[in-house]
């Protein structure tokens, strides 16, 4: 079946620091989206993007839609402390009922 | 502030009890997803009903259902509940052109 896979599964890095990860698929979608989730929270969308090569940017957050629709990257500017929690990536199924898949989140941890 | 609103919050429960988790989706959306999260897990997409109607199904047990009412709000029904059960219940409501997905803040079940 469909999956996304996520990477790095976890990342620890200095508060300041930019931060890199990814959503890879062996499928093609039409839209990705990129979700944050604090503990004990529901996840808040924080991007969505709708065509392929599409760079989209959120305050510090920018994501960028894969070429090959296969693929989609997140980038965090200049972390601070609240960026902290588990970053997930989420697309529809191509069957027309938009089921979402999720990926497996990468969570982040930052150290002021 | 999503706009989806979910209760109860907190619901501790026996194996072999019934609960009922209620959601109200955002105003104007007509579709409702329900998702299971276990502890440190990704996000498990049960069901999902559109205006009243069931959409697409994922690995819902038998043990569960769900109904979406003509006010648009829906209700998951758990069942002859087990251990394994305990796990965050998050719902979601989407609508809008690209049929974004907004999550409420969940219902966290321990079953004991």
């Known amino acids: 079946g469909q999956q996304l896979n996520q990477s790095p599964q976890s990342m620890f890095i200095q508060e300041g620091e930019d931060v890199s990860m990814n959503c890879t698929s062996s499928?093609?979608?039409?839209?990705w989206l990129w979700y944050k989730q604090e503990p004990g929270e529901g996840p808040v969308l924080l991007i969505a993007l709708y065509k392929a090569g599409e760079l989209t940017s959120n305050g510090r957050l920018t994501a960028q839609f894969g070429i090959t629709r296969k693929d989609s990257f997140l980038n965090i500017s200049a972390s601070i402390p609240s960026d902290v929690g588990i970053y997930f990536c989420?697309?529809?199924?191509?069957?027309?009922?938009?089921?979402?898949?999720f990926g497996t989140g990468t969570r982040l941890k930052v150290l002021a | 502030d999503s706009g989806v609103t979910q209760t109860p919050k907190h619901l501790i429960t026996a194996t072999g009890q019934r609960v009922t988790l209620r959601c109200s989706p955002r105003?104007?959306?007509?579709?409702v997803y329900w998702y299971q999260q276990s502890l440190d897990q990704g996000l498990q997409f049960l069901i999902q009903y559109y205006n009243g109607e069931e959409r697409a199904k994922g690995n819902i047990l038998e043990r569960f259902s769900a109904q979406q009412f003509p006010d648009l709000h829906s209700e998951l029904n758990l069942s002859s509940l087990e251990l394994g059960d305990s796990a965050l219940y998050f719902c979601?409501?989407?609508?809008?052109?690209?049929?974004?997905?907004?999550f409420g803040p969940g219902t966290r079940l321990t079953v004991l």
């Open positions: 989420a697309a529809p199924t191509t069957s027309g009922t938009y089921k979402y898949i």
């Open positions: 105003s104007g959306d007509l579709s």
């Open positions: 979601a409501s989407g609508g809008g052109t690209y049929n974004e997905q907004f």
């Open positions: 499928s093609i979608f039409n839209t």
